[in-house]
C-alpha cells in the first residue's frame, strides 16, 4: 500500500515531525491536526481506512505542512520492525531525515464489560493494543527518535475514577502510566520526555460512541465534570499539542489528566 503523501514547503528550514498512532480518526486524527497547526509534520498511521487517513493528510497540508500516512496494525507487534523501516524510509524520502521529533502512541480500542462477563480473548486484544504495542512499538522506533525529542502514551481517566465495566481497559492503562514513568527514567540520558495523557470520557466513536451517541450518558457525564461536558477531540488534541509544544521539554514522567474535571 503506498502511503499517501505529497510533500509541501516547509516554513521552517528543520520543522518537528511527530509520528501519531491511530491518526486518521477521534483523538489521533484531532492530536494529528492541532500539531500540524503548531507548525510541526505528521506521520500517521491507520489500519485499515485508507481514506480516512488520506483526508486527514489533505487537511495537514492545507495547513502547510508535511504528512505521511501509514498502514499499522497496532496489535500485530510482529510487524513493528518492518512498519519502522517504512518510517525510516519516508523520512529520507520525505523530509531527508534520518530521526523524527515525537511519538504519541495513542491508537487504541475500546471494552465495556464486568469483570465477571470479559472473555480472555478480549483481555488479550486490549493487552496486546494497548500496553504490548505501546512497550515494543516505541523500542524498535528508539532509534529513530532524536535525542532531545519526546514521547506521550495515552491513558484514561478510568485509571483514577472508576465506573463498572472498564476494568479490563482500565488496567491497561494503569499499566502505560507505569511505563511511561520507566521510559522517562530510562530516555533520560537521551533527554527524551515522556508523560503520559489521559483523557477523560470523549464524544468520539471509540468504545461504539457510546459517548457521543448516548444523550443519557452523556448528560450523567456533564453532570460528573467541573466544566459541566463531556469532552470533545479538540479539548485532547490541544492539549496534546500544547504539551509538545516548545517550553515543555522539562516536564516528564508526568501523568496529565484531560477530564474537564470530571469525577473530581
Known amino acids: 500500500m503506498t502511503p499517501s503523501t505529497t510533500p509541501t514547503t516547509s516554513t521552517t528550514s528543520t520543522p518537528r515531525i511527530a509520528l501519531v498512532t491511530g491518526g486518521s480518526r477521534g483523538l489521533g486524527r484531532s492530536i494529528a491536526l492541532h500539531l500540524a497547526a503548531h507548525g510541526t509534520d505528521v506521520i500517521l498511521t491507520f489500519r485499515s481506512n485508507e481514506a480516512q487517513a488520506h483526508d486527514v493528510v489533505q487537511r495537514i497540508q492545507a495547513l502547510g505542512r508535511r504528512a505521511v500516512a501509514l498502514p499499522l496494525d497496532v496489535a500485530d507487534s510482529g510487524g513493528f520492525a518492518a512498519f519502522a523501516g517504512r518510517v525510516q524510509q519516508v523520512l529520507a524520502t520525505t523530509w531527508r531525515r534520518e530521526r523524527f521529533d515525537q511519538l504519541v502512541n495513542n491508537a487504541g480500542t475500546g471494552l465495556h464489560a464486568p469483570i465477571a462477563e470479559t472473555r480472555e480473548a478480549q483481555f488479550d486484544e486490549l ?116 504539551l509538545l509544544s516548545e517550553g515543555t521539554g522539562w516536564i516528564t514522567g508526568q501523568r496529565i489528566e484531560v477530564s474537564g474535571g470530571m469525577v473530581l
Do not use: C
Open 127 to 242: 493487552y496486546a493494543v494497548h500496553l504490548k504495542a505501546t512497550f515494543f512499538l516505541t523500542q524498535k522506533l528508539l532509534p529513530l527518535i532524536a535525542d532531545g525529542g519526546r514521547i506521550v502514551n495515552t491513558s484514561s481517566g478510568l485509571t483514577r475514577f472508576t465506573f463498572a465495566g472498564a476494568a479490563a481497559y482500565a488496567a491497561m492503562k494503569g499499566g502505560i502510566e507505569v511505563l511511561t514513568r520507566y521510559m522517562a527514567k530510562e530516555l533520560g540520558p537521551r533527554g527524551i520526555a515522556v508523560n503520559t495523557v489521559a483523557p477523560g470520557a470523549i464524544e468520539t466513536d471509540f468504545g461504539g460512541g457510546r459517548v457521543r451517541d448516548n444523550a443519557d450518558l452523556n448528560a450523567q457525564i456533564g453532570g460528573l465534570t467541573a466544566l459541566g461536558r463531556a469532552g470533545l477531540p479538540d479539548d485532547v488534541g490541544g492539549a496534546v499539542a500544547a
